[in-house]
Structure formats: C-alpha cells, structure tokens
C-alpha cells in the first residue's frame, strides 16, 4: 500500500518555466490537496478538490492551476515559474466521513522540493 | 491576523521534561482540532485529534481543547528525543469541511 505518492520529489526551474506536479493516492480518497510550506508560514493550501472532475481555490492559489481527471491522481501545475514559487509542496488526501468517524486525518506525501531560479 | 496563531520556537528542552505547544485561533466555528507530527524531510503525520471542548490522552500525549478562549494544546509528557519534530496544530470547521487550516508549526528539540 504505497499511500499518497508524489513526482517529481526535487526539481530546479528556470524563471518562466512550466511544470507539472503529480500526486497520486491509492487509498480511494475522495478529498486531494496541494499545500506549499515554506519556512515561518506553515502549510498553505493552494488548491483543492472534493471529487473526481472538480477543483477550488484554497488560500495561495495565484501561479497555479490543477486538474483532477482520475480519482486517484491531482496535479499542480506551474505555467510560468517564478521565484516566489521556490517552496516544499506537500499533496493530502482524506476521506470524508460522518461526525461519528471522522478523525481530520489527512494522508500527506514527502513533499516535493522545488526551487526556481 | 491569521485564523491560526502557533508559536514558531524553536523549543529545546531536556529528555524528560514537559512540554506544551500551543495553538489560538480566531474562528470560534472550528469544531475539530488536530495535532499533526512532522519530521525532517518528510510529510506530517497526524498524532492526536479532538473533537469540540476537552481532553484527550493517548500514551504520553494530552491535547486539550478550550473553545471558550479559543485555546488548543499539545502536552508531552517524560518527552524524548525521537519526539524531536515540528508539530503543527490543524482545525477545521465539520467533519465534512474541505478545508483544514494549520498553524505555522512548532520546531521541537529534546536534548539528551
């Protein structure tokens, strides 16, 4: 059971560069998030989705773009990389469930190093 | 002003010792509270979750909840050097919510 699985796990970019990071969960969540964490900031979502097919905004969505075509996979797109973007992305996912037994666990990959240069 | 507040630190304390982290949080709607571990280099993992007021023990852990002062905290008790981590509170509004908001984190070092 290899849980939330991320690519690339370190990547440096160019200024103006375009990439894409993929997340991928064999847990069957229906829930997916990306964060970026950067150091004295926290975890700051950016986007997330509730299902397959559907994406919102979180809280830093501006530079990125994301789909959710499969269930299993969300990605995270940078279409023109700046510095600002030099983060550690982290992708979530949970199941949602009645109050009885929900436990607020998100499941997180290892993270994804990424600096812009 | 944030909707969480944490604390940065870093805390280094000896093995052994107490430890409390703790979390305010300005959204008197939050409903569940969390208490997320996070090694070096690697994803957190959550440790402890309470739902409403209260306490919860889980080994050497307690969380506690106060909703009336907005107030979460994380105690640890004869800590040692693997609890040596970042601990991030986490809350958010009902069981269904899609969004979890998390504090800053909190860099813990137990000396031995």
């Known amino acids: 059971n290899a849980g939330v699985t991320q690519t690339p796990k370190f990547r440096v970019l160019k200024t103006g560069q375009s990439m894409t990071l993929l997340c991928a969960q064999d847990?069957?969540?229906?829930?997916m998030y990306w964060y970026r964490q950067d150091p004295g900031m926290g975890l700051r979502l950016i986007h997330y989705s509730v299902g397959e097919g559907t994406t919102a905004k979180g809280e830093v969505p501006d530079g990125y773009n994301v789909s959710r075509l499969k269930k299993q996979n969300f990605l995270l797109g940078l279409e023109s990389a700046a510095p600002s973007q030099t983060s550690v992305y982290f992708c979530?996912?949970?199941?949602?469930?009645?109050?009885?037994?929900?436990?607020?666990?998100?499941?997180f990959g290892e993270g994804s190093r990424l600096t812009v240069l | 002003q944030k909707e969480v507040e944490q604390d940065p630190g870093p805390l280094s304390v000896p093995e052994g010792a107490i430890v409390s982290l703790n979390c305010t949080y300005s959204?008197?709607?939050?409903?569940?509270f969390m208490w997320y571990r996070q090694y070096s280099r690697k994803g957190p993992e959550l440790l402890m979750y309470t739902y409403s007021s209260g306490n919860k023990e889980d080994g050497r852990f307690t969380a506690q909840v106060d909703k009336s002062s907005k107030y979460i905290s994380l105690f640890i008790r004869d800590s040692q050097p693997s609890d040596s981590a970042t601990y991030l509170c986490?809350?958010?509004?009902?069981?269904?919510?899609?969004?979890?908001?998390f504090g800053s984190g909190t860099r813990l070092s137990i000396r031995p």
């Open positions: 979530a996912s949970t199941l949602t469930g009645l109050a009885g037994d929900y436990t607020g666990e998100l499941f």
């Open positions: 847990m069957n969540h229906e829930y």
């Open positions: 959204n008197s709607a939050f409903q569940y």
């Open positions: 986490a809350m958010n509004l009902y069981s269904g919510a899609s969004k979890i908001i």
